[in-house]
């Protein structure tokens, strides 16, 4: 079944280690994005990608770096993890412009990271 | 920039009833789509329901519906016939169409967690 998996899906490390979140998905969508989400609180935009090699920044500033080197990989990246990147990430994706179901987002079930 | 309002953090209800869930949103835009997601504990979110500013008729989904005032920029959600499995964080969503580069960048209200109780 297609859907779009993130890895690990909880994390607690050290403060200064460097983590990538994975997210694959298998629906040949061309958009992916990241999501950042504290607890009880709205969902804010980090990254996003419109197709290989292509990647933006989102509305909510962050020290992560994301890649899209193949269509159905977005990887996110924190070189040196602190305490204030703690939140949950969820990775999404949807279909490009004029397809059905172009506006709609298929979401991952999220990376909750803790860092000590 | 658009913003989206959930004035209901937490919300509950007897199973079987029926709930709904209030959104308002700030937008010049006449164009756009508006979304329910519902995020189950622990668990993926996904949609519910969606909605194009353009159409006048409100968009149903079995239980769920939406009553669209887009004078009054209100988009709520109605959930008939509660059930348990409906016990989840809900949000109000805003996509603004981008027509060089497809629609994208949902901005997401502050979610209301709903309970059901048995």
Redesign the interface.
């Given at each position: 079944e297609a859907d779009i998996y993130q890895t690990p899906r909880y994390l607690v490390i050290g403060t200064g280690k460097k983590i990538t979140l994975e997210c694959s998905q298998t629906m040949g969508h061309d958009?992916m994005?990241w999501y950042q989400q504290d607890p009880?609180?709205?969902?804010?935009?980090i990254h996003?990608s419109?197709g290989v090699n292509s990647t933006e920044k989102?509305?909510l500033s962050s020290e992560s770096t994301v890649s899209r080197i193949r269509t159905e990989h977005f990887p996110l990246t924190l070189e040196s993890a602190r305490p204030s990147h703690t939140s949950q990430y969820?990775c999404?994706s949807?279909q490009?412009?004029g397809a059905q179901g172009?506006?709609?987002?298929t979401?991952?079930?999220?990376s909750r990271l803790t860092v000590l | 920039a658009q913003t989206?309002t959930q004035s209901q953090?937490e919300m509950s209800v007897q199973e079987a009833e029926t709930v709904t869930l209030s959104c308002t949103y700030d937008t010049s835009e006449n164009n756009y789509?508006l979304?329910w997601?519902k995020q189950p504990p622990s668990?993926?979110?996904?949609?519910v329901i969606?909605q194009e500013a353009y159409k006048q008729q409100n968009a149903t989904e079995n239980r769920f519906s939406v009553n669209f005032q887009k004078a009054a920029k209100s988009f709520s959600l109605k959930i008939s016939d509660s059930q348990l499995g409906d016990t989840a964080m809900y949000?109000c969503a805003f996509?603004k169409p981008r027509p060089n580069?497809?629609?994208?960048?949902?901005t997401?209200?502050?979610?209301t967690?709903l309970t059901i109780i048995p």
């Open positions: 958009k994005y009880g609180m709205e969902l804010h935009l996003y419109y989102g509305d969820l999404a949807s490009a412009q172009a506006n709609v987002l979401f991952g079930a999220g | 989206v953090p789509y979304f997601y668990r993926q979110m996904i949609l969606r949000f996509m580069f497809g629609n994208e960048k949902l997401f209200g502050t979610g967690r």
